[in-house]
């Protein structure tokens, strides 16, 4: 069974540029989670969607992030436009309905901006 | 504000030797998490103890959750080469779905 897979591993953009994050969950998990961990901080919450919906977007830094998951299969996380401070590792995690604590997590996407 | 602290954050041991790792916090959890993570990779979950006082053993690992579900500990008996890695504890607040994590302990245990 495939894990949860993110799409690209890293990115580099220049700043003002957008970049969007893809994130595939493992087959069947409902819950799909994103976090960041900017350099030398932990690793912070950004959003919870069930299938389709927002449950909980209170750790979205600002609006320049959006956040989809058309179908309530994969999601994408766009930043336009990017600032220098939005530089991290984004990773995505996914579980299942009745199995919230058991989060799987993707490897990540490094992304840069200069 | 680090919700979650956790010490050390460096820990450089010799294979065989036993270790501890603190995560604290002034915060209650409904359950705490302890996960791995390799470099170029996501955490990948150890374990998670829900009941203040629980112990959980993973072979040589020991998590322990506090009494009053505010603070844990993992204890590694005789570390192995292996056992290297990033460990991140991650709690979770009664009615929440999202984590909070630690700023992560990072082991490195020399052959």
């Known amino acids: 069974e495939a894990g949860v897979t993110q799409f690209p591993s890293h990115s580099v953009i220049e700043k003002g540029q957008t970049v969007t994050l893809r994130c595939d969950p493992i087959s069947g998990h409902d819950n799909l989670y994103w976090y960041r961990r900017v350099m030398g901080k932990e690793i912070k919450f950004l959003l919870h969607?069930?299938?389709?919906?927002?449950?909980?977007e209170s750790g979205m830094p600002n609006n320049r992030f959006l956040a989809e998951r058309t179908g309530g299969t994969y999601s994408t996380l766009k930043v336009q436009p990017a600032e220098l401070e939005d530089s991290g590792v984004y990773f995505c995690?996914?579980?299942?309905?009745?199995?919230?604590?058991?989060?799987?997590f993707g490897s990540g996407t490094q992304l840069s901006v200069l | 504000t680090q919700l979650l602290e956790q010490s050390p954050q460096f820990l450089s041991i010799q294979e065989g030797e036993n270790l501890t790792v603190y995560c604290n916090s002034s915060?209650?959890?409904?359950?705490l998490q302890w996960y791995r993570q390799e470099p170029g990779e996501g955490p990948v979950l150890l374990v998670t103890?829900?009941?203040?006082?629980e112990v959980k053993k993973l072979k040589r690992l020991t998590f322990q959750f506090g009494d009053a579900r505010k603070d844990s500990s993992l204890h590694i008996t005789a570390a192995q080469p292996g056992d290297t890695g990033l460990y991140l504890c991650a709690g979770r607040r009664t009615g929440a779905n999202n984590l909070f994590f630690g700023t992560g302990t990072r082991l490195t245990v020399i052959p």
């Open positions: 915060s209650v959890f409904s359950s």
């Open positions: 969607f069930v299938k389709e919906s927002k449950q909980d």
């Open positions: 995690a996914s579980s299942g309905l009745g199995t919230v604590e058991k989060l799987f």
């Open positions: 103890v829900v009941t203040g006082g």
